[in-house]
C-alpha cells in the first residue's frame, strides 16, 4: 500500500492544486466572455501538461515500477480528485451527489471529465514508456 499511497496524495495534490487555480481563472474570467465549453477546452491543455509533468514526477520520485502500482496512483488520486471536486461543488453551489454527477458528465463537461479519466491512467502509461531501470 506504501507503494502507490504516498505518490497518490503527492499526484492528486499537485494536480488539484494547479486545477483548483486555473478553476477559479476558468470560472472568473473566461466562462464569462466565452462561455463554460470554450473555458474547459482552453483551459485543458494547460491541466494535461500538469498531469503529464505530476505523473513523471511522482513515478520518479517514488520509483514506481510496476505498472499495477501505477494503477494504483492513478486510480487513488482519481478518486481522491473526485472528492476535492465534490466538495468544492458542495461548499460553492451547495450540490448534491446527483447534481454533481449530473454537472461532471453533462456535454460541456465531458472533455474536462475525459481529462480527469486520463489523469487517472497516466502513471500507468509513464511506468509502461520508462525503460526498466537497471539494478
Do not use: C, K
Not at 24 to 29: I, N
Not at 107 to 120: D, E, I, R
Amino acid at each position: 500500500m506504501r507503494r502507490w499511497l504516498l505518490p497518490a496524495l503527492a499526484y492528486f495534490g499537485v494536480v488539484f492544486a494547479i486545477g483548483f487555480v486555473l478553476g477559479a481563472v476558468r470560472e472568473l474570467l473566461i466562462t464569462p466572455r466565452l462561455g463554460r465549453g470554450a473555458a474547459v477546452w482552453i483551459e485543458l491543455p494547460f491541466m494535461g501538461v500538469a498531469s503529464v509533468v505530476a505523473a513523471r514526477w511522482v513515478v520518479a520520485r517514488w520509483r514506481v515500477e510496476r505498472v499495477w502500482d501505477g494503477w494504483w496512483v492513478g486510480l487513488v488520486a482519481f478518486a481522491m480528485l473526485m472528492v476535492g471536486e465534490y466538495l468544492i461543488a458542495l461548499i460553492g453551489a451547495s450540490a448534491s451527489p446527483v447534481q454533481f454527477v449530473r454537472e461532471a458528465t453533462s456535454s460541456h463537461n465531458l472533455p474536462g471529465l475525459a481529462a480527469q479519466v486520463l489523469f487517472a491512467v497516466l502513471p500507468a502509461i509513464v511506468v509502461t514508456a520508462r525503460p526498466p531501470t537497471v539494478r
